[in-house]
């Protein structure tokens, strides 16, 4: 079965960095689109960046140029690196699968605060 297992949240100070790693098991991870996703209390879900299976890759406006999304296919693995960091970039992160039937993680909270 598909699983996405998300990890590297946790506390950061303004101005910081954290790095998001999002393995996969249970389908051909090379053959899929992946993406980021966050949800701050009381807010919706928004995407955060994508990669193609062929690794174009897409940002929103809010994180371009601090945030860089990318794959491992060998390790089935998808990361988001993220740099100077802020304060509203708090929320869950959530790794999603694209494809026919979408699959998502667990979530992996970040929270920036000084």
């Known amino acids: 079965q598909v699983q996405l297992v998300e990890s590297g949240g946790g506390l950061a100070q303004p101005g910081g960095s954290l790095r998001l790693s999002c393995a996969a098991s249970?389908?051909?991870?090379?053959?899929?689109?992946m993406g980021w996703y966050r949800q701050a209390p009381g807010k919706q879900r928004d995407q955060v960046a994508g990669?193609?299976?062929?690794?174009?890759?897409n940002y929103a406006d809010s994180v371009k140029g601090r945030f860089t999304i990318s794959r491992d296919n060998a390790k089935s693995t998808v990361y988001l690196q993220m740099n100077s960091l802020k304060r509203k970039d708090t929320a869950v992160y959530y790794c999603?699968?694209?494809?026919?039937?979408?699959?998502w993680g667990q979530g992996t909270q970040v929270t920036v605060s000084s």
């Open positions: 249970g389908f051909t991870f090379s053959s899929y689109a």
């Open positions: 999603r699968k694209f494809g026919v039937a979408d699959y």
């Open positions: 990669i193609t299976s062929g690794g174009s890759t």
